[in-house]
């Protein structure tokens, strides 16, 4: 039996290396981690010691001492807002203290049913680490894409959301362990109530993620329709053009013949600007091009004097709709802010975004404005009647860039406005 004893001894070991392994996986699709080999070993063996952590009950020292540890371990080994890597604990340590507790007292009972003899101790060790290695794998396997759709798409307020749903099992689940009586199977109903919510909140962060995926297709959609708009506004330009063509050659050469050739030239500049195609390319991407062509030409409707300079020839992490969202409502406020500027000949706005050699995209929006800035406890206000339905502009691009961990810089000075953005290329 001893040989049988030790084979089950290195087979639990190296199942309670692949549940660190899993576990390992799990924190790093919550969050991003610090690259580099000392945080990978930090982390993976924080990992493997957290997930194995062995819960009894009125274990206030552990429980106390492993929450201060996971939070510790995710605030300083990976990256991403506060609420996020507070979120990865608040989900995850109470699903780790419910189902260490509920295996270990349920294996322990069973153990004392079978005699506590060294088949049930083997049986009992190798089930235990089974059990583990089974249930972080259905986690892993259940949430893994999802997870990493949260961890880049949820935004503070959502983390939020998530911590304080959850925060109510972390505190009943380390309560019950504080004060556990003395016949512990009646906490069973706790801990997988605990078990059930935190599990139940990882279906709703799923439900959200899709809804934001939606949300965003939607928005791509409605891009690409204004995309195929500006397309079908040109090309009806240039089928117009091409109509009357023969017309303004005859004029162009009438004028000639007669010797008005100031006047014919006059004709040929006037011709030159209506066939000039509203279509410009400012981007190779299709979808941002229509946003930006849209914007200049809302801008030169309003004669504001616009210079555009967008070189992104470079593939970068950050996905389309992100971007038009950046382009659009910065371009939205600053002709916004343009417009409110009496003389026509004081109007502009310059905007400029590239892709840098050592892998950042930066762009920056610099506009005129008249309108002193309103600001309310370090948050830009909107100056229209409704604040509720307006001023979100900012707050949308704040949130974007929180979500690729980029920086929001926001410049003004009586008479411009300036609005730099920096991200790293995912």
């Known amino acids: 039996m001893d040989v049988v004893s030790k084979v089950i001894y290195y087979i639990c ?3 309670y290396i692949v549940q660190g392994i899993l576990f390992y996986r799990i924190l790093c699709c919550m969050a991003e981690r610090r690259k580099g080999i000392f945080w990978g070993v930090v982390i993976y063996f924080s990992a493997v010691i957290l997930s194995g952590m062995i819960i009894f009950p009125n274990d206030l020292f552990n429980v106390t001492l492993d929450l201060i540890w996971f939070s510790v371990l995710m605030l300083g080994a990976f990256h991403g807002s506060i609420w996020q890597k507070l979120a990865a604990a608040s989900v995850l340590y109470p699903i780790i203290v419910s189902q260490n507790f509920l295996i270990l007292d ?13 088949f049930a101790e083997n049986f009992c060790s190798l089930s235990d680490q089974l059990l583990h290695l089974l249930f972080w794998y259905m986690i892993l396997r259940f949430f893994n894409q999802h997870l990493s759709q949260m961890k880049r798409l949820f935004d503070n307020r959502t983390w939020i959301f998530l911590n304080v749903i959850c925060l109510a099992s972390l505190v009943n689940i380390t309560t019950c362990i504080y004060f556990s009586p003395r016949e512990s199977y009646k906490m069973w109903p706790a801990a997988l109530a605990c078990l059930t919510t935190n599990l139940g909140s990882l279906f709703l962060a799923e439900y959200f993620t899709i809804s934001i995926q939606k949300n965003m297709e939607h928005k791509n959609l409605k891009l690409q329709k204004s995309y195929y708009e500006e397309l079908e506004k040109s090309q009806a330009t240039i089928r117009k053009l091409r109509h009357d063509m023969n017309n303004h050659l005859s004029v162009i050469q009438s004028l000639y013949r007669l010797g008005n050739i100031e006047e014919a030239e006059h004709y040929l500049k006037k011709m030159e600007v209506q066939m000039a195609v509203q279509s410009r390319m400012f981007c190779k991407n299709s979808i941002i091009n229509a946003v930006l062509n849209a914007k200049y030409n809302l801008a030169v409707e309003h004669k504001i004097d616009c210079f555009f300079h967008i070189d992104l020839q470079k593939l970068i ?3 389309a ?3 038009c969202c950046l382009f659009s409502n ?12 009496p003389e026509p000949k004081d109007r502009y706005i310059s905007a400029k975004a590239r892709v840098t050699e050592n892998g950042y ?4 929006i610099r506009n005129t404005k008249q309108n002193p800035v309103l600001e309310q406890k370090g948050h830009l206000q909107s100056d229209k009647e409704n604040k509720v339905l307006h001023g979100l502009g900012l707050s949308n691009v704040r949130e974007m860039v929180e979500r ?3 920086t929001l810089d926001i410049s003004y000075t009586e008479d411009t406005f300036t609005v730099t953005v920096l991200i790293q290329d995912a």
């Open 317 to 319: 992490g950050i996905d």
């Open 404 to 406: 690729y961990r980029g």
């Open 330 to 341: 910065t371009l939205d406020n600053a002709i916004e802010a343009s417009v409110k500027i």
């Open 106 to 118: 349920m294996l322990g009972r069973l153990d004392v049913l079978l005699g506590r003899s060294l």
């Open 321 to 323: 709709v992100s971007l």
């Open 361 to 364: 995209f930066t762009y920056e």
């Open 13 to 15: 070991s190296l199942l």
